[in-house]
């Protein structure tokens, strides 16, 4: 018998957009995909490369990067490094044959309940159509 | 030409207080630190050591130290990131540069085998670019994937990549760091381990092949490497070791260092 | 301001690895490969990256120790040296020699311990001489000039990368024991193809990357190496020629072999058939194979057995005496390869010239003055029972931790605790010294002049970088002080190029070994017999040391505790590549103990299964003869029914669990077999 896939996606959020905006999305009553372990951080320019394997590691299956728009950043600019990161990690990852698609880097706002919402839903199911990380990580 | 970089040498040591350089002696090829009144007979340039860590590691124990360096490209390369990040004073610096051969500059795939500031021997064409790093978008993602875990499968964990480095400087290093990589596995763990590094290295690998030197596990390190400048290039329009004047772009806004169009995977 | 970068040999494994030790004025500030180097060729290991990370440690001997009401206080030189030379003159007067023995060490220089040699016999009057070699490669030092006449690696590592077509090896985990001799396998498979077949219980590293893996029981090491023979052999796939040519003693072993089909071999070892035979293909047609091994071969109650089936191996198949082949025992300590050359063994002296024989007695003493008249000596581990009875009244210990490489330490300890004059010469105050009634402080290899043999016989120069702290002192010195303390002569040497000489005098395969030849060529391979000789990196070429190979027949036997209803386990134990041995410098080394800080049991699922480990972290294991408690690891990597403990860790010491039986001829201990209970630290819920 079949188990059907359950992606499990890490997203690590901004403390003060993202994690706002999921937030607002809980209060409104919008349903995210229960797939999602939220991890907080104080900007997206916190997420270092090792942050992000070590969860692959760990057993996710898909890792987003959250943050402010650029011009909103609490400290001005620390999600442009994060701009900067992971287009760069993504490309590592494909060298090393794990599928880019894997992480995904977004902007979502404090008042973008609805695109919390949607982007954690789309995402989710690309990684559920992708399949399991272990098949491409394995021993 | 090595004749005449000891002749230099010479006169300059009039100057500095010494010249960070390669020392033959009967305990065979090591740096070394020449000062006024050493037999300069014994300078050589060969086997190449990546002589910036000497360097940096001299002009923190002594802040007043002014030193030379014979270098190469590669060498001013590194010296040129590692002054960006405050690990060596361009003001306490001479740099003594000659150029590699043809065969040295084939040997390391060197897109460019001598220094700006070059005074001894005649820049060589460039050496090709490794061919596994030209053909490597052809490769399917389950190739990639197999090429890399039979090659990591090796691994020792001896951290000679990043001590070799002139660029590995952080005294904490992220790849020792328990929280990110389990301590303590042979092989180590994939993809933490390698990858960390190679991430760290995206604006600071200066293609000397130091690392892949030494690997005792015959490990194609600079094949990753060679990619993750090729991005640099690409997405940031960066290249380490080219422009003392250039910020890391990393570390800085995307005002001054835009991201440009992602390339394709 | 002085700058200078030093050339020496790696303190670690006996790969023999070079570095250079770079210092301004006076002080380490760093490592560097040696590009020049043949081995390491510009690469190390971790350990050998982070060489000097002890040597400043503030656990540093620094001065003598005497014990007084119990403790260990600080004490002059002169007044320790009095003591020492006092109560080994009045033991010697009172008991004769032979109550006074000596470990030499695996760790200190040719020089140093030629010294101890020389102190046992010249001073002494003893052959109670002996090293941790006796706990190693005893069986090869054994098994090997029985079958060849010279106890050695027959070639050399560097072949390996270039010549070697197929590396068959068994018992030697060598990724991890060692590195930079890996490194060369790693590369001729990668480059040139090369063959690579791994016998070992558990998958190592090389296990995982070879074409073939055989896992098996430990311990039946003589039915696979049988086994393997007995398919070359119906395979007709031996050489006839070599056989014919150069051996002796082919029928007998070929009538034995024959009964250990691959089915039969299966049943004992575990060995799939199948993959039996195709492991012997491999070796068999790959030539030149070059087979591997170190401690898993050696660390049995049929050590012997198991190297002579070795030979018989390489000798089947004509792999001795040309490039690439051979039969290579790895020697684990930097110099117990020079060690044993240099007599620090109870049955020979310098060269492996033989105690019980007058004429080579009377060549020493015509050179020393005197030396012992009285028969083949103790053994290490009939050294530790020999005090705990009483026959030993006095042993000197340089550089070696018998508290923690000893098997069975419990025995070890209540025999040592009743040492009556236990003088322990060290860097570290290391479990063994914390016994001791004097403790001297020696010198690390930074620290001094000299020289150490690789496992290939190669002779490297060991060179000082750094003044030793406080009042330690280099080995070679503390023993010529102690021996003209006791009113020897002969030992007022200048340095260690002087002592190398003497060496050179008496040791015909050193006999062309000078420091000069070593600062002009870097290093020699021994036998070098003469002065302009270039050394010899293959040996057995033409003819065996002995003129012909010798086969034996060998049968399998038990190992000497097998697992039971109340012990279900085999433990074996081993290396990891980030520890050395006892421990005493790697786990003062800070980037070598944040890699792995405390002891670890392997452990295969179903096992933790079976014995309800439900996630937990902690494990006691028992034998008859110990218990501890450890971390454990659960990995596929390992067979159900076996465990693995490396053996680093004296807090949660492997050898307080493992076997004290020994190979009736070499006295080395079943290290790698014996049988345990594993049951889950419970904590208290409350």
């Given at each position: 018998m079949d188990v059907e896939f359950e992606p499990r996606i890490v997203a690590f959020m901004c403390n003060w957009c993202t994690y706002a905006g999921a937030d607002n999305a809980g209060v409104a009553r919008l349903q995210s995909p229960a797939n999602v372990l939220p991890i907080r951080v104080m900007?997206?320019?916190?997420?270092s490369p090792e942050m992000v394997m070590r969860v692959f590691r760990a057993g996710a299956d898909g890792v987003l990067v959250m943050g402010c728009h650029l011009g909103d950043c609490h400290y001005a600019s620390g999600n442009h490094r994060t701009a900067k990161r992971v287009p760069l990690l993504k490309n590592l990852l494909s060298y090393v044959?794990?599928?880019?698609?894997r992480l995904e880097l977004h902007w979502v706002s404090g008042s973008e309940g609805p695109r919390f919402v949607e982007v954690t839903r789309a995402f989710t199911e690309k990684i559920r159509q992708l399949g399991p990380l272990a098949q491409e990580v394995a021993e | 030409m090595i004749e005449e970089i000891r002749t230099i040498v010479a006169g300059l040591l009039d100057e500095l207080d010494a010249v960070v350089a390669l020392r033959r002696s009967g305990e065979g090829v090591a740096p070394h630190l020449f000062q006024?009144?050493?037999?300069?007979?014994?300078?050589?340039?060969?086997?190449?050591?990546?002589?910036m860590t000497l360097v940096s590691r001299l002009h923190k124990r002594f802040p007043a130290i002014r030193l030379g360096v014979v270098a190469r490209g590669c060498d001013e390369r590194a010296y040129i990131e590692m002054a960006k990040r405050n690990q060596i004073d361009p003001d306490r610096l001479s740099i003594i540069g000659f150029a590699c051969t043809a065969e040295e500059a084939q040997e390391c795939y060197?897109?460019?085998?001598?220094?700006?500031?070059?005074?001894?021997g005649t820049p060589p064409p460039p050496g090709p670019v490794n061919p596994i790093v030209a053909e490597y978008?052809?490769?399917?993602l389950a190739e990639r994937r197999a090429f890399w875990r039979r090659h990591f499968?090796?691994?020792?964990?001896?951290y000679g990549c990043r001590n070799i480095c002139?660029?590995?400087?952080?005294?904490?290093c992220a790849m020792e760091d328990a929280v990110w990589v389990e301590p303590g596995?042979?092989?180590?763990?994939?993809?933490t381990f390698h990858l960390i590094r190679a991430m760290h290295m995206a604006?600071?690998?200066?293609?000397?092949?130091e690392c892949e030197h030494a690997c005792p596990a015959h490990i194609p390190l600079t094949v990753l490497y060679d990619l993750m400048r090729r991005d640099m290039e690409a997405l940031l329009g960066y290249v380490p070791g080219?422009?003392?004047?250039?910020?890391p772009p990393l570390s800085v806004t995307l005002e001054e260092t835009p991201l440009r169009v992602a390339r394709g995977h | 301001m002085d700058y200078r970068n030093t050339l020496t040999t790696c303190i670690?494994?006996?790969?023999g690895c070079q570095m250079y030790i770079e210092t301004i004025d006076g002080q380490i500030t760093g490592v560097w490969p040696a590009k020049?180097?043949?081995?390491?060729q510009g690469r190390l290991c971790i350990k050998g990256w982070n060489v000097?990370?002890?040597?400043?440690?503030?656990?540093?001997?620094t001065t003598p120790l005497i014990r007084k009401d119990g403790e260990l206080v600080p004490a002059g030189w002169d007044q320790a040296l009095s003591l020492i030379a006092g109560k080994l003159r009045a033991v010697r007067q009172e008991s004769?020699?032979?109550s006074i023995g000596i470990l030499a060490s695996a760790k200190c220089t040719n020089e140093e311990n030629y010294l101890m040699n020389k102190f046992a016999?010249?001073?002494?009057?003893?052959?109670n001489i002996d090293h941790c070699a006796r706990l190693c490669h005893a069986p090869t030092v054994v098994g090997l000039a029985a079958a060849f006449g010279s106890g050695a690696?027959?070639?050399?590592?560097?072949e390996f990368e270039?010549?070697?077509?197929c590396f068959l090896i068994m018992g030697s985990n060598t990724s991890e024991g060692h590195p930079l001799i890996a490194s060369r396998i790693m590369k001729a498979q990668q480059e040139r193809g090369a063959r690579l077949v791994v016998i070992d219980p558990r998958e190592t590293q090389l296990a995982r990357i070879a074409d073939l893996y055989l896992p098996f029981r430990p311990g039946t090491d003589v039915a696979v190496l049988n086994g393997l023979m007995h398919v070359i052999i119906s395979e007709g796939l031996e050489d006839r020629l070599f056989i014919a040519g150069r051996t002796e003693g082919y029928e007998e072993m070929k009538a034995v072999v024959e009964q250990y089909t691959p089915e039969r071999v299966e049943e004992i070892s575990g060995v799939p058939a199948d993959r039996l035979r195709q492991a012997a293909r491999m070796y068999a047609q790959n030539r030149p194979s070059a087979f591997i091994y170190s401690?898993?071969?050696?660390?049995?109650?049929t050590g012997v057995d198991n190297v002579k089936s070795v030979a018989n191996l390489a000798m089947l198949t004509g792999n001795?005496?040309?490039?690439?082949?051979g039969v290579n025992p790895l020697r684990g300590q930097n110099n117990v390869q020079g060690a044993c050359d240099m007599g620090?063994?109870?049955?020979?002296?310098?060269?492996?010239?033989?105690?019980?024989s007058e004429e080579v007695q009377k060549k020493f003493q015509d050179v020393w003055g005197s030396t012992s008249h009285t028969g083949v000596g103790l053994t290490v581990t009939e050294m530790v029972n020999a005090v705990g009875e009483g026959r030993l009244r006095a042993l000197y210990v340089m550089?070696?931790?018998?508290?923690?490489?000893?098997?069975?330490l419990n025995h070890a300890r209540r025999c040592l605790e009743r040492a009556e004059f236990l003088v322990v010469q060290d860097i570290f105050l290391s479990e063994t010294a914390q016994l001791a009634h004097v403790v001297l402080p020696g010198a690390a290899f930074v620290e001094k002049d000299g020289t150490f043999t690789a496992t290939d016989r190669r002779v490297q120069r060991v060179r000082k970088a750094v003044e030793p702290p406080g009042e330690a002192r280099a080995d070679w010195e503390i023993i010529c002080l102690l021996a003209q303390k006791m009113?020897?002569?002969?030992?007022?040497?200048?340095s260690p190029k002087e002592i190398m000489e003497e060496i050179a005098r008496l040791t015909p395969s050193y006999a062309g070994i000078s420091y000069e030849r070593l600062e002009e060529l870097g290093f020699l391979h021994w036998p070098?017999?003469?002065?302009?000789h270039p050394g010899t990196?293959?040996?057995?070429?033409?003819?065996?040391a002995r003129g012909l190979g010798r086969f034996h027949a060998v049968e399998f036997q038990e190992p000497a505790e097998l697992p039971d209803a109340d012990y279900p386990f085999t433990l074996t134990t081993g290396r990891s590549i980030f520890h050395f041995h006892t421990g005493t410098m790697t786990r003062r080394t800070a980037k070598l103990h944040q890699e792995v800080p405390e002891a670890y049991i392997e452990m295969h699922p179903d096992d933790a299964a079976r014995i309800g480990?439900?996630?937990?972290?902690r494990v006691r294991v028992s034998s008859r003869r110990g218990q501890i408690e450890l971390g454990v690891r659960v990995t596929r990597r390992i067979k159900p029914g076996v465990v693995f403990i490396p053996?680093?860790?004296?807090?949660?010491?492997?050898n307080a669990l493992t076997?004290?039986?020994?190979?009736?001829?070499?006295?080395?201990?079943?290290?790698?077999v014996c049988a345990v209970r594993v049951e889950p630290c419970h904590q208290d819920v409350s």
């Open positions: 900007c997206s320019g916190r997420v044959g794990i599928n880019p698609e | 006024k009144g050493d037999d300069l007979s014994e300078l050589e340039i060969a086997p190449r050591y990546p002589l060197c897109a460019r085998p001598y220094p700006q500031q070059l005074l001894v978008d052809a490769l399917p499968a090796r691994c020792i964990k001896c002139p660029e590995c400087f952080c005294e904490a596995l042979l092989a180590p763990p994939f993809p604006s600071r690998c200066v293609a000397c092949r080219a422009d003392i004047a250039a910020p | 670690y494994c006996g790969a020049t180097n043949q081995i390491s000097t990370g002890f040597v400043d440690s503030p656990d540093r001997l004769g020699p032979d016999r010249a001073v002494i009057g003893t052959n690696m027959t070639n050399s590592i560097p270039t010549d070697t077509n401690m898993g071969i050696t660390q049995h109650t001795l005496g040309i490039v690439g082949a620090a063994l109870p049955n020979v002296y310098p060269g492996y010239q033989a105690v019980t550089a070696e931790n018998p508290m923690v490489s000893d098997p069975d009113g020897a002569t002969g030992f007022d040497f200048a070098c017999p003469a002065p302009d990196p293959v040996l057995h070429q033409g003819r065996f480990l439900n996630g937990g972290r053996f680093h860790f004296a807090e949660a010491a492997a076997n004290a039986a020994i190979d009736p001829t070499a006295k080395i201990p079943e290290y790698k």
